[in-house]
């Protein structure tokens, strides 16, 4: 694509040059929730009628009239007819892969709202795509970059799939392997979610962009060895849409293979992911690696989540269970370097407050964030974010840290903590639990 002069040399005087971005293309707006496709292509008008005086657009159409020139297009929802409120598509066969900027937003159907909940999501979804009549095929595949907003994505072999060339896209307000509420089991046969691109954003600290991931028969979110810098925010993942009552991802909440450079969750208040109930771990770092390559995952942040009652662990860096912490100075390699965890050493009530009290023995000279969590008794994971303290390290790798929770704490209480190295962004798994207990 080139640029009109005019654009380029746009506020004169300057000689920074913005970027070039694609130009603003058309809008379509599906009507109809059938799957038949476009009449004719590359005449930006989304048809699938040979009448002159009907127009039926359908997403089919609409993604293969978005596909025919390279203008950033938007696709909107308007269908009519059907005796219910959500209107369900159900492609017969793939979709086209998406293979030029496009926003398709699932919340221009009417009734369809954002979530505006604290806690789980109130969203109303009025656009679902299923997939059980299309194969073994992939729900939204694209090979550009796309937002992908307020739709519902179940029984496709995956739900979303980013390959390369989809750099920058987002997927906001969206349900990957439920049912339109929410509440039931519609699931993807492999993960909910898999990115093979850069600077990927799932959900966001806008309310109305959480997703909810679950019921997938894999991983809920799958980060593959293409990946890089994706953002995971403020997304339920493996739970109905209370946030709370299992439906579970069959593998792992968030499976990250061989690739680095990630943040899930956030350290600013509302950016954190509830990671629930999933069969395999909450997060699970693996590397792959052979004699010819090296994929081994890092600097991945795991900040102020909740997470609780998976199967396997809350955190588990290198998919092999409990990763026992080495000696100073933590030089032991591995996913997410093996960042050594912190060690809770007393969680005592007194009539007022809760005094936490702990350690932990790294890198020399080095400042870690070190996050509290409360969890259920049995459950070693991290189920409630209670704040952070940082420290640091000195010549000796070690330090201890003093942590009040802002609430006094219930005897029996389980804490546990993480520990993130400030300077390479990496996070360890949960440290063992420790009971809160009377002086
Ligand atoms: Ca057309
Ligand atoms: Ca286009
Ligand atoms: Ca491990
Ligand atoms: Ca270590």
Known sequence: MSLPLAVLVAGVGSAVVAAPVAAAGHTYVVSSSSDKPDRKVGDH????TKSSSTTVCTLRAAIMEANADADADRIRFAITGGSSAVKTIKPASALPVISEPLVIDGTTQSGATLNTAATGTNARMRIVLDGSDAGNVPGLQASAT???????????????????????????GDFVGTDGTGRLDRGNSGSGILVNSEDVRIGSVARGDRNLVSGNDSAGISLGIAARSAIIQDSLIGTKRDGQSALANRGDGIFVTGSSHHLIGGAIAGQGNVIRSNHGSGVNLIAITSPSLDLTPQSIQILGNSISHNVGLGIDLGGDGVTHNDKVPDADAGANRLQNKPSVASAVVSASNTTIKGSIASRRDRTYRIELFQSDAGDPEGRAFLGSVQVTTGSTGKATWTFKPGARLALGTVITATATDTVRLETSEFSPARTVSNP
């Open 45 to 48: 008008f989304c048809d699938v």
């Open 146 to 172: 796309v937002t992908i907003k307020g739709l519902v994505i179940g029984g496709f072999a995956r739900g979303i799939q980013l390959s390369g060339g989809s750099d920058g896209s987002r997927i906001l």
